[in-house]
């Protein structure tokens, strides 16, 4: 049996679709537990213009494993030994998420993750005030 290459996996940081093109219209059917996020991408620059380098953009991409949530599987959160306040991830959501967290895929030229209800770590209201140079650019 011959071993994949793991070095040549791309991780969640990097699976990211340009954000100028628009959510697909109409989504696959997500079975089960599953959530469908969008990821979003790191910037290469400041909103001032400042260009990060590489260096600071790999340890933003630490920071940063963020997505919108686009659809939410119907038994999603439904265990409620595990969720006894019911779902807290819902669409329209950005989470946070491991790096290594979900199946990558690409739907009508958009990169997505199919996250379980359990890989979902946290909301945030705004994903830019994860990103460490945000206070750079204001």
């Not at 400042?50 to 599987?73: F, N, Q, W």
């Not at 967290?101 to 199919?114: P, T, W």
Request: glycine share 8%; net charge negative.
């Amino acid at each position: 049996m011959q071993q994949v290459a793991m070095s040549k996996t791309i991780l969640n940081d990097a699976w990211n679709t340009n954000e100028e093109i628009p959510d697909p219209e109409v989504l696959p059917v997500i079975p089960g537990y599953h959530i469908l996020v969008r990821p979003l991408s790191v910037k290469s620059e400041t909103k001032g213009g400042i260009i990060l380098p590489d260096s600071t953009k790999e340890d933003i991409s630490y920071l940063t494993t963020v997505g919108k949530v686009l659809a939410v599987g119907k038994d999603a959160y439904l265990d409620s030994n595990r969720y006894p306040n019911g779902a807290w991830c819902k669409e329209g959501d950005y989470v946070c998420y491991g790096k290594h967290s979900g199946q990558k895929f690409l739907y009508k030229g958009v990169r997505l993750l199919l996250l379980l209800d359990d890989q979902i770590s946290m909301i945030v209201d705004n994903p830019k005030e994860l990103d460490p140079t945000y206070n750079l650019s204001h």
